[in-house]
């Protein structure tokens, strides 16, 4: 079946430390996104990438960092510097180009709580 | 810029009732727009869509939304709920396939 996978799906980490979310994608997307959800805000886009090897940064871009070493792979680092890093965490993917709706496909998500 | 407004924060609703869930968009240009579930602690999937064409659109689970441009509105709708329903809804615009951009949810809750 073709999806998004997210690992892992809870994770439990000291103030201070770096934490990398998984996001691995078979849907031969070319768009990746990462989004962070906390309750009653709704989703706010951290990164995103439309191609191998580049980014952008989202709208709250800041305490985090991505790559795109491949197609499939599009993983979250989430630093030290981030602030109030305890959140859910969403991996998304789309098309680009032609018969791009903007129509995002999700995984089931990473919840980070950070002691 | 495009924003999304959904009015509700939380519906509670009987078993069997129909229910609607609100959302208002502003753009200055033409728009896609969607509406996703999303059952707790899992990730969002679609609903139903509005790329173009009849302003009735319908998608799964028995829901749909009525998009309407004077309104700048596309509600959601569902004429009778089971408890399953439960989750939370977001609607969401592009333009053109770029950048996405949701509103804050609306919780439903579905009593028995």
């Known amino acids: 079946d073709g999806g998004i996978t997210q690992s892992p799906k809870y994770l439990f980490r000291k103030e201070g430390q770096n934490v990398t979310l998984s996001c691995e994608q078979n849907?031969?997307?070319?768009?990746m996104y990462w989004y962070r959800q906390d309750p009653g805000q709704g989703l706010r886009l951290i990164y995103y990438s439309q191609i191998v090897n580049d980014f952008q940064k989202g709208d709250i871009a800041e305490g985090y960092s991505v790559s795109r070493e491949k197609k499939e792979s599009f993983p979250l680092t989430v630093t030290s510097a981030q602030k109030n890093p305890t959140a859910f965490y969403l991996c998304?993917?789309?098309?680009?180009?032609?018969?791009?709706?903007?129509?995002?496909?999700f995984g089931e998500g990473s919840r980070l709580t950070v002691l | 810029a495009q924003s999304v407004t959904q009015l509700d924060s939380q519906v509670p609703v009987f078993e069997e009732a129909p229910v609607e869930l609100r959302c208002n968009y502003s753009?200055?240009?033409?728009?896609?727009l969607f509406w996703y579930v999303q059952y707790p602690n899992q990730g969002l999937q679609l609903l139903l869509k509005y790329l173009s064409g009849s302003t009735l659109v319908k998608g799964i689970n028995g829901f749909e939304a009525e998009f309407n441009k004077s309104q700048t509105s596309f509600h959601l709708r569902k004429p009778s709920v089971h408890i399953s329903d439960t989750a939370e809804y977001f609607c969401a615009v592009s333009v053109r396939g770029f950048k996405t951009i949701f509103g804050a949810g609306t919780r439903l809750f579905v009593k028995a």
């Open positions: 998304a993917s789309s098309i680009v180009g032609l018969g791009n709706t903007g129509e995002l496909f």
């Open positions: 753009s200055s240009v033409s728009v896609y």
């Open positions: 849907l031969n997307h070319d768009a």
